[in-house]
């Protein structure tokens, strides 16, 4: 399964750019790659330079990093209720506010690198326990209707977004 392969229906439109980087990528695959590539990217940056914010109230690469973190947390768990076939309209999240009550900037990059990588390795774990007939099923967060699959392209998506965001304009 690919992210070419989904359809519009599939997901809010504002996730297109996230589904879209993909290009023909294989799910699973995706996930894993996406790891790799925000973890061989980070992982040697001083200390230091986690704080760095390239304007006044932007997050800094620590808040970016336990963002990704956050909303793969959101993302997963809105894929298990609808894997579970669970109808309920589930709500959506405010980033900023998580991010002002997140404490990243206390925590070490270490840290905060070990979590993500626990973190998709669980993600993971679950969409590779998902049938082909439940990665089609579908619910609605925030008002929108998502698939299971389209939420899995979303988070690998999500997580490449910031870390060209964090290329683009931290280092």
């Not at 023909?24 to 330079?49: I, M, Q, R, W, Y």
């Not at 579970?84 to 690198?113: I, M, Q």
Request: contains cysteine.
């Amino acid at each position: 399964m690919n992210a070419t392969n989904l359809n519009d229906n599939e997901y809010a439109s504002f996730y297109s750019s996230y589904v879209k980087r993909l290009g023909n990528a294989d799910l699973l695959e995706v996930l894993k790659t996406s790891e790799l590539e925000v973890l061989d990217s980070l992982s040697d940056l001083p200390e230091e330079k986690y704080l760095y914010r390239y304007a006044e109230g932007k997050w800094t690469i620590k808040e970016l990093l336990l963002h990704i973190i956050d909303a793969e947390r959101v993302f997963t768990y809105r894929a298990l209720r609808f894997a579970r076939k669970d109808s309920t309209d589930l709500p959506g999240f405010d980033e900023d506010w998580y991010v002002d009550h997140c404490y990243a900037n206390e925590r070490t990059a270490s840290d905060l690198l070990k979590e993500f990588s626990e973190v998709r390795a669980a993600t993971i774990r679950l969409f590779k326990s998902f049938s082909e007939e439940t990665l089609m099923l579908s619910g609605t967060a925030n008002g929108n209707a998502m698939s299971v699959r389209a939420l899995g392209f979303i988070i690998a998506g999500h997580a490449l977004h910031h870390l060209q965001i964090i290329k683009e304009r931290y280092l």
